[in-house]
């Protein structure tokens, strides 16, 4: 705490969804906190706005061409401008007591690991840093006697219902899926499903990659790992159930036969805002579920065939070690590729399908030691089979 006692934060990922929902609850209070670093990546008009209005002492853009912009735009504000991976990395070691972590994809691991060695409790959205990294990162935070508070909305929702608990009475987790944009579409369509269609979740409101992700239930494929390296579960007791309305978040089964279910409305100020006043809860603004008027609350089955990234998030939970840093790059590289028009959106899961199996033989690479520099090399490697594949697949 600094002396004011005001809470010392820095936000990485502060343009995006999860960022702006996070900036949304600390305006609110802005007394109570010394804002450090903002970071973004192409938003520096947004980046620059919130900078001034939070008094950050830094902001960085992750894309060095930008840096002239956001200097321009912090001119006379005595906010300090940087930008690129080496910025962003070295705003993470400066001292803080909270730190967001809401980068998306693989660029969120290394803002997400210096923090941690630089004691912040960690509020984690990037649920790549796990899925990549997931002993890493784990490892880090018990080091430095840092805390990772989970953000991921089935994660804050088994963490509530973990609470006071003890582990070993736990049977099993189940996380829940909207089913995404295409859950009740005939299977046969999928193959044409657009990019704008994708972009539609039907109940969250959030960056566009996770909400592809959602579609095609990557996002789920990583949350069950997530879940696996987060709270420790063996895999055979993570399980995933649609449940189309978004308003049940997880459950947490024990050995006497209780489910102890999280509800909320499908806004992550609650989440982010339960993982910002922690261990307290406090007043936050999202809306009250009305039970009476909800009447119904529907579960289903996952349909493998419909979702092949939930039967490859089983296989990479077999295989271990730097298998998830291949798999996630491997997605990043699909959906990469689907957003540009280069691939279908079944394509996806068959293109990360091809690089796990060709890069299962590899066991030098798949069973390395879970080191940062070990985590990049699988990573690249993941990239580049991942780009050898799409390039044999015709322009859709
Ligand atoms: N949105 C949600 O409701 C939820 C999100 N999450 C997870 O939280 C994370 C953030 O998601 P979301 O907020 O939706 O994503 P958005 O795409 O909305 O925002 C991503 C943020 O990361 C920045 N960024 C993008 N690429 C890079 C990079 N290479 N280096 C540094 N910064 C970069 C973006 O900058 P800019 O936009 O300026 O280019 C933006 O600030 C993801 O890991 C996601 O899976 C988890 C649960 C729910
Ligand atoms: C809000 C959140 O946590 C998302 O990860 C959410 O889970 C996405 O919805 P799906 O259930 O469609 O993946
Ligand atoms: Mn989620």
Known sequence: MTPTSQRRVSIFGATGSIGQSTIDLIARDLAAYDVVALTGGHNVALLARDAIRLNADIAITAHEEHLPA?????????????????????????????????????????????????????????KESLVTAGPLIMATAKAHHARILPVDSEHSAVFQGLAGEN??????VIITASGGAFRDWPLEKLAHATLAQASAHPNWDMGQRI????ASMFNKA??????????GFRADQ?????????????????????LMAHLGA??????????????????????RLDLAQIAT????????????????????????????????????????????????????????EQVLTRLDADVTLMQGAMTLDNVRAADQMGRITAQQVIGSYPAV
């Open 70 to 126: 956001l200097r321009d735009r912090l001119s006379g504000s005595g906010i300090e401008a940087a930008a690129g991976e080496a910025a962003i990395e070295e705003a993470a070691t400066r001292p803080a007591d909270w730190v967001m972590s809401a980068i998306v994809g693989a660029a969120g691991l290394l803002p997400g690991l210096r923090a941690l060695e630089a004691r912040a409790t960690l509020a984690l959205a990037n």
């Open 211 to 214: 909400t592809i992700d959602s």
């Open 167 to 172: 582990l070993a009475a736990v049977e099993r």
């Open 297 to 352: 609350l529907e579960f289903r089955a996952p349909d493998e065939q419909r979702y092949p990234a939930l039967r490859l998030a089983r296989e990479v939970m077999a295989a271990g070690g730097l298998c998830g840093a291949i798999f996630n790059a491997a997605k990043e590289e699909a959906l990469d590729s689907f957003i540009a028009g280069r691939i279908g959106f079944m394509d996806m899961a068959d293109v990360v």
């Open 266 to 287: 499908p806004d992550m100020r609650h989440a982010i805002g339960y993982a910002l006043h922690w261990p307290d809860r406090r007043t936050l603004p999202v809306d």
């Open 222 to 231: 990583l949350e069950v790992i997530e879940t696996k390296e987060y709270f």
């Open 238 to 258: 993570i399980e995933v159930v649609v449940h189309p309305q978004s308003l049940v978040h997880a459950l947490v089964g024990f050995n006497d036969g209780a």
